[in-house]
């Protein structure tokens, strides 16, 4: 039996580019029907986004310790400015460590799907080049002949970012075929960067070919045995990547217009069985209008179960019960999705292991009666340590509703179920509490103000009430040059001294930034 190729002569005839990568670029270059709830939904997206990287810089020395140019020390001319830092950055690291900062401690939006993902990552790359071509040209280093580089850019291109990942993900399961979610990071963010870099149609499509070229990574990280803070940065390289690409692209690189539908060794021979993507939307506004905004810091498939728990460990301690000694079971129905991505037994050796366990998250809000907080996750954490999680964990089983998989799957129902009983040790059992649309949910209608509340609260980390307030009142000003937007974000070294308000910041902070 022989495992190489067959011996027949490819046929080297020029042809146009894959259909699919020519609706990419008519997209990104030519719809303009955006909604009056698509730019609120943008706002709100990039105000939570930015929220979110504040809360990593501000919490996470493991995520710090990878920011910062290449070289230390070195600045670059009318660079990115990395919110909350003095750091001026090339776009290619600057969208790494945005998309870092935006995706590591997983409380950024998402959208599920046949593939789950988090929309909000390509604004690494986003933001990073808008700011940097808004410096450059701003500063005549450089001659644009991209789109001008305001606020009402920053947010067209998010609508179109989210749109063709979110779109991907309807219908295409990646992570079956052993390929991570974040392929569609580069691909979104490499379509509409090549638009704000001034790239032609042609050159945009030939830097999305070379998304499919690269392909992508494996998804061992995020699952046992090998769960490991790769998962956190995944997203920054897919944003590091897709700025990479497209500046090769301007500087002359040609694409593969077949980088798909070539046999043997195309994308879809390949990797997809030499099967089709199923895109069942026309590229428009669903996306940004339907994104999960994550209100509690956890891999998104098992927030509903987390709300869920909570109303249980109410119901309990309004008995007088504790989840450490009074539990026999817990019975959770919940989605297939849940299931494969995020439920695992045997011990948890770090965060990123512990913010994807689903029995875990389930055992802290039983026990401590309150939702997961971002440090419940650490190996420091008491409840890492403690052998009531460890009994508690062992206790939740875990079955899949197939009516819940199917309206995960189902975009009009996009909901994100689950439901939990508790059988108690006296054999008697509280009442199943289910959660379809937990807080974050587009359909949850006090969504929105949650969203807003959580930027307020990631800003306060770092920023005065009245900088916050400046920030949310320039992000309505579309003519608003990006780079004046993103000067708001910077926090000068003279003033991580720890002083601002009151407040010590953690592992010498100041020092790193």
């Not at 943008?42 to 910062?68: F, K, N, Q, W």
């Not at 001659?143 to 219908?171: D, M, S, V, W």
């Not at 897919?238 to 700025?243: G, P, Q, S």
């Not at 026309?282 to 498939?301: C, D, R, S």
Request: proline share 4%; charged share 20%; glycine share 6%.
């Amino acid at each position: 039996m022989s495992f190489l190729p067959g011996t027949f002569a490819d046929t080297n005839t020029p042809s146009l580019y894959d259909q699919v990568i020519v609706d990419i670029k008519d997209y990104v270059f030519h719809y303009q029907s955006f909604s009056t709830k698509a730019w609120a939904c943008a706002r709100t997206a990039v105000l939570d986004a930015l929220g979110c990287a504040i809360e990593s810089l501000y919490s996470s020395p493991e995520c710090r310790h990878m920011l910062g140019p290449i070289v230390p020390g070195s600045s670059v001319p009318n660079g990115f400015r990395l919110p909350g830092t003095a750091y001026q950055l090339d776009p290619v690291k600057g969208a790494f460590d945005l998309g870092t900062l935006i995706r590591y401690l997983d409380h950024n939006d998402a959208l599920g799907g046949a593939e789950a993902g988090h929309p909000s990552d390509n604004l690494g790359a986003l933001i990073s080049v808008s700011d940097w071509l808004s410096r450059s040209t701003s500063n005549s280093d450089t001659y644009h002949k991209g789109p001008p580089l305001n606020i009402r850019t920053l947010l067209t291109a998010t609508i179109k970012a989210y749109e063709i990942q979110g779109c991907f993900q309807i219908r295409n399961a990646f992570h079956v075929r052993g390929l991570d979610h974040t392929i569609l990071v580069k691909l979104a963010s490499t379509a509409v960067v090549s638009w704000l870099l001034g790239l032609g149609e042609e050159q945009t499509m030939a830097a999305i070919s070379h998304i499919w070229m690269d392909s992508s990574p494996l998804r061992v990280y995020r699952h046992a045995p090998n769960t490991i803070p790769r998962k956190g940065w995944a997203a920054g390289d897919a944003c590091m990547r897709a700025v990479q690409l497209s500046l090769l692209v301007r500087s002359g690189q040609p694409g593969a217009q077949t980088v798909l539908s070539a046999s043997r060794w195309g994308f879809l021979a390949t990797y997809w069985n030499n099967d089709t993507f199923s895109l069942p939307k026309v590229y428009g506004t669903w996306v940004v209008e339907n994104i999960f905004f994550k209100l509690i810091p956890a891999e998104g498939h098992g927030i509903s179960a987390i709300e869920a728990a909570l109303q249980q460990s109410i119901r309990l301690r309004s008995r007088g019960l504790d989840a450490s000694c009074n539990i026999r079971r817990v019975k959770v129905r919940t989605h297939a999705a849940a299931i494969r991505i995020i439920s695992k037994t045997g011990d948890l050796y770090n965060a990123a292991d512990r913010d994807h366990c689903i029995e875990y998250m389930i055992a802290v809000t039983l026990l401590k009666g309150a939702v997961p907080e971002v440090k419940d996750y650490n190996n420091e954490s008491l409840w890492a340590k403690d052998p009531c999680v460890t009994a508690l964990r062992s206790k939740v089983e875990i079955k899949e509703d197939e009516q819940f998989t199917r309206d995960y799957l189902d975009p009009v129902t996009k909901s994100a179920a689950s439901a939990i009983s508790i059988v108690l040790e006296d054999g008697s059992e509280l009442e199943e509490v289910a959660v379809k649309y937990p807080i974050g949910h587009v359909e949850n209608k006090d969504t929105t103000s949650h969203v807003l509340a959580k930027f307020r609260t990631n800003m306060a980390l770092m920023f005065t009430e009245q900088e916050i307030n400046g920030i949310l009142a320039a992000i309505e000003n579309e003519d608003m040059p990006v780079s004046l937007f993103m000067d708001l974000f910077v926090r000068p070294r003279e003033n991580d001294s720890g002083e601002r308000k009151g407040k010590d910041r953690e592992d010498g902070m100041k020092s790193k930034l």
